[in-house]
């Protein structure tokens, strides 16, 4: 708090939501605050790991070589995939393909309807961002489903069923199902369920955790990723208004004309806009992305996909598979493993036991 009202935010009370913008800043203020002469920061991109010597080489993208005891690998998802994008669009100029890339949404003109893909929290913070008088923001994906909202609601009981192997998932849903019956919110389920997370993904058979991501994973996520009560209520109202549309659609083809974009959908509507936006969050499948780090790793045996191809695999404490080299993960990295790792409590568990492990 005493940061926020330091740098301005002279409003913000102990129950408000920040940006991550504004999170951002808070955290490397706090990093250089913390790392005095301890940590060196290099400003430059690993493009790979080797094994060199009792150690490990890291190739920079500026030719240099650094020699190092372990590496840890803290990178933060893939950005987002577009594999859903017709081939008319993937290469358009009013195809914004990361909206979180620096400076992208600069261009954006003022007026025009714009398209969103994908109706989680990207698209609810963007929704924010490019409100304009008189223009609408159309916002698609195949559920047609909007993050909660946070709100106060009293805690559940904590899960107490057992966990027999092929019955964690059934018994999961049971258990959100009988809470929602008693509370009538869901939320407060899987909040209940949230510190059981790793144990319970770590239980469920491969099967479990396919039928989780086909049948349940956007209700796991839009009652764990909430809204801010703030953004709620602006979406809330821009969704009344109808500068704000909501479809349950999947975007079929595209043409475009001069600085405008056809789109027409699954349910057969066709949308004139200036620009489509890929709102469909990160994408986890490593060796599906570009990254020439994550694929030398991959073809050099140092690393392997995660359980359903999603980040990278590792041991309980962290260690990349199969192990032969001193490399480790946190972070979104090890979603494949621990499914709940991608939130700051996650994260800051994980470091602070990676550097009592490393640091010992």
């Known amino acids: 708090m005493a940061w926020l009202h330091d740098n301005g935010q002279t409003d913000t009370g102990p129950g408000d939501f920040v940006s991550r913008g504004l ?204 809204m801010p009560p703030q953004s709620a209520a602006q979406i809330e109202r821009d969704v009344a208004a109808g500068s704000l549309r909501i479809y349950r659609a999947a975007l079929a083809g595209t043409s475009t004309s001069g600085a405008e974009i056809r789109a027409t959908l699954s349910t057969g509507q066709v949308l004139d806009v200036g620009a489509i936006i890929n709102c469909t969050g990160p994408r986890y499948d490593i060796a599906a992305g570009a990254d020439p780090l994550w694929s030398q790793l991959l073809d050099d045996g140092l690393v392997r996909p995660g359980p359903l191809n999603l980040g990278l695999d590792t041991d309980p404490s962290g260690r990349l598979l199969p192990g032969h080299v001193p490399m480790w993960a946190l972070g979104p990295l090890r979603r494949g493993n621990l499914w709940e790792t991608t939130a700051f409590a996650e994260i800051r568990s994980q470091a602070e036991a990676l550097a009592a492990l490393i640091g010992s």
């Not at 987002?80 to 400076?103: K, T």
């Not at 144990?199 to 909430?226: C, G, N, P, S, T």
Request: charged share 25%; net charge positive.
């Open 23 to 226: 999170f951002g800043r808070y955290l490397s203020h706090t990093f250089e605050r913390a790392r005095g002469n301890r940590v060196s920061r290099v400003h430059h991109r690993a493009v790979a790991v080797r094994r060199g010597g009792d150690g490990l080489s890291v190739a920079l993208g500026n030719g240099e070589i650094a020699h190092v005891d372990a590496v840890i690998l803290a990178a933060g998802p893939n950005m987002p995939g577009a594999s859903w994008a017709p081939s008319s669009l993937r290469d358009s100029a009013l195809f914004i393909r990361d909206p979180w890339r620096q400076d992208v949404l600069e261009d954006l003109p003022d007026d025009g309807d714009l398209l969103l893909v994908g109706t989680g929290l990207t698209m609810v913070d963007l929704a924010r961002t490019l409100r304009r008088p008189g223009r609408v923001l159309h916002a698609i994906s195949r559920s047609g489903l909007l993050p909660r909202a946070h709100r106060a609601f009293p805690a559940a009981p904590p899960p107490t069923f057992a966990m027999d192997r092929g019955k964690v998932l059934e018994r999961s849903v049971r258990y959100i199902h009988d809470v929602t019956a008693q509370s009538g919110d869901a939320c407060a389920a899987v909040d209940a369920l949230r510190p059981h997370a790793a144990e319970l993904w770590a239980r469920m058979i491969a099967d479990e955790r396919a039928v989780f991501l086909r049948k349940y994973r956007r209700q796991w996520d839009v009652h764990r990723h909430r």
